[in-house]
């Protein structure tokens, strides 16, 4: 069996102290970010569980966090950072210690995670799916531990879900540029594995089909795996086209910004040449060049509700397994072209 690594073996691979990796870990100031994004990527990769800490009055109950570890670091990540942090300070609030998994499919089987994450938990939230399969959901499900989901649905079972509202995110952003006239318009989706996006492409669909509008092929370059610029790749292949498009939906704003920098670096102007929206309205969109038109998902307040549901089913009180979607908007700013600020 594998040695579990240590704060020592973390310390080693980073080149830094053994107080300053606790310090990281236990999520407590006076550490840089540069620093502290080392030391969890060399968490992740020794495969080291992080235990988020917990209020320091009636700490009796464990529950994790399990979410697949991806290129970015959750704790990093623009969009589930937000989620965990509104998780985890409900957590705190409830009196649970969190304990946040990274799942690596590469490394580590469903039995593993039944019988050494489950046996040590009261409770269970599963953040957005991807790699964490419907199957995977589905087995977790029948160990009959308390379980929520977040971004995560699967079809045909009754698990309690809060979802941001996708569908209505794509199809408001791709309406709004409609609105605004463009019809020659690009989409940089995102990997059918997540279904959140996958919902989001079929609101801009729906949006199109209003019009009675299709996109040519070229303009919907196919998701990139494994690299955090994949916005700036699917841009690049749609400038290097004969025609290029008057606008661009991002299937996030973290697609959205590589995006920016590809259509920044061929010499255009935003929103004059190429105009762009996307979705998720995380803090950096509204300190782009110029700023980000983008659909607010609000990702701190489904981490809350998530911890709040999963309470109630800990304690067993009656709950209904219902899909919570979670209203957002469309915030206009100056990439659209449709404001202009002064």
């Excluded at 607010?296 to 919570?324: D, F």
Aim: charged share 20%; proline share 6%.
């Amino acid at each position: 069996m594998n040695k579990r690594p240590s704060l020592r073996d973390i310390a080693a691979l980073t080149d830094v102290s053994v107080s300053t990796v606790s310090l990281v870990l236990n999520d407590r100031p006076g550490i840089s970010d540069q620093t502290r994004s080392r030391v969890l990527e060399a968490a992740t990769r020794l495969g080291y569980e992080i235990t988020l800490p917990a209020a320091n009055h009636q700490t009796t109950n464990t529950i994790a966090l399990m979410i697949e570890q991806g290129s970015i670091h959750a704790l990093l990540d623009i969009f589930y950072g937000d989620v965990i942090r509104g998780f985890q300070s409900e957590a705190q609030r409830l009196g649970y210690q969190v304990l946040l998994h990274m799942y690596d499919r590469r490394t580590e089987g469903l039995e593993a995670v039944q019988s050494d994450l489950l046996e040590r938990v009261q409770g269970l939230i599963i953040a957005n799916d991807g790699d964490i399969t419907p199957e995977m959901v589905v087995q977790l499900e029948e160990a009959e531990t308390p379980l929520v989901l977040i971004e995560n649905h699967v079809e045909g079972h009754r698990l309690p879900s809060i979802l941001g509202d996708n569908f209505t995110a794509g199809y408001t952003v791709m309406r709004h540029l409609l609105s605004l006239g463009h019809r020659e318009i690009a989409v940089l989706r995102g990997p059918a594995k997540y279904s959140s996006l996958v919902d989001r492409w079929r609101g801009c669909l729906a949006a199109l089909g209003e019009h009675d509008l299709t996109l040519p092929k070229e303009f919907l370059p196919p998701p990139v795996s494994e690299h955090p610029q994949k916005g700036y790749l699917q841009m690049k292949k749609v400038l290097a086209l004969p025609k290029k498009p008057t606008a661009v939906v991002a299937i996030s704003d973290k697609t959205a910004f590589g995006a920016i920098s590809a259509i920044r670096e061929a010499g255009l102007s935003i929103p004059h040449d190429i105009a762009i929206v996307s979705i998720d309205n995380v803090a950096d969109s509204v300190y782009t060049h110029p700023p980000l038109t983008t659909y607010h998902i609000p990702r701190r307040e489904m981490g809350v509700l998530a911890m709040q549901k999963l309470h109630r089913i800990i304690e067993g009180r009656p709950e209904i397994a219902v899909k919570s979607v979670v209203y957002g908007e469309l915030i206009v700013r100056e990439s659209c072209g449709a404001t202009q600020y002064a």
